[in-house]
């Protein structure tokens, strides 16, 4: 029913490159957020975006940028990664009502190590 | 800013048993929701339950119930006849109202169920 896919699974990059993860969103979906999640930990949100437009950041640096496409798909970028970048990154997506009774479909994430 | 503590790292429980997770969370919010939230071996988040703060009753979902003492700032799940298939990673989640997808989640529960 989640419709929500990322790739890749895994990725493993060095230190100082960047990367871009993908997120397609669930159909009709018009809200789509990132989190990190680090070995151990729960999931911190990083960025969310609604109508293509960045609408909440979570603590996170500049060098982390997102990007969201009128078919509600969406790239998460990392530029010059760190070693603490190495997580598992998940997205979210959802159908805002202006409610605040959405229901949030959650992918698999990408694992991205940063060696 | 809000906080969210899970003070179990691992709870074990057999099959059939009933096992209750902790939760606590800080906020100044009125309007605001909760969540527990499954995360098994393949790493999607399935939400659970979930709680609107302004509702006294609490929330059950077959198994699962939830205590909510507002006052308190606690929120546990309650799983009923614990099946091999609950063993997975648990955690709470807050979010102010109408916040669209940016939740605050704790550090998690591992949940083992003995068979």
């Known amino acids: 029913e989640t419709g929500v896919t990322q790739s890749p699974t895994h990725l493993i990059k060095t230190r100082g490159q960047q990367v871009t993860l993908r997120c397609s969103s669930q159909s009709g979906h018009n809200t789509v957020s990132w989190y990190q999640q680090a070995l151990g930990q729960g999931p911190q949100f990083i960025f969310q975006y609604y109508r293509e437009e960045e609408n909440g950041r979570g603590n996170f640096p500049p060098r982390f940028s997102g990007l969201q496409f009128p078919n509600y798909s969406s790239e998460l970028n990392v530029n010059a990664l760190e070693l603490d970048d190495s997580a598992l990154y998940l997205c979210?997506?959802?159908?805002?009502?202006?409610?605040?009774?959405?229901?949030?479909?959650f992918g698999s994430g990408t694992q991205l190590s940063v060696l | 800013a809000q906080t969210v503590t899970q003070s179990q790292p691992e709870m074990s429980v057999q099959e059939a048993e009933t096992v209750t997770l902790s939760c606590t969370y800080d906020t100044s919010e009125s309007d605001y929701y909760l969540f527990w939230y499954k995360q098994p071996p393949s790493r999607q988040m399935i939400l659970v339950i979930r709680?609107?703060?302004?509702?006294?009753q609490n929330a059950t979902e077959n198994r699962f119930s939830v205590n909510f003492q507002k006052a308190a700032k606690s929120f546990s799940l309650k799983i009923s006849d614990s099946q091999l298939g609950d063993a997975a990673m648990y955690f709470c989640?807050?979010?102010?109202?109408?916040?669209?997808?940016?939740?605050?989640f704790g550090g998690g529960t591992r949940l083992m169920v003995k068979p």
């Open positions: 709680q609107e703060a302004y509702k006294q």
């Open positions: 989640a807050y979010r102010r109202g109408n916040a669209g997808n940016m939740l605050t």
């Open positions: 979210a997506s959802s159908q805002r009502t202006g409610q605040g009774n959405e229901k949030l479909f």
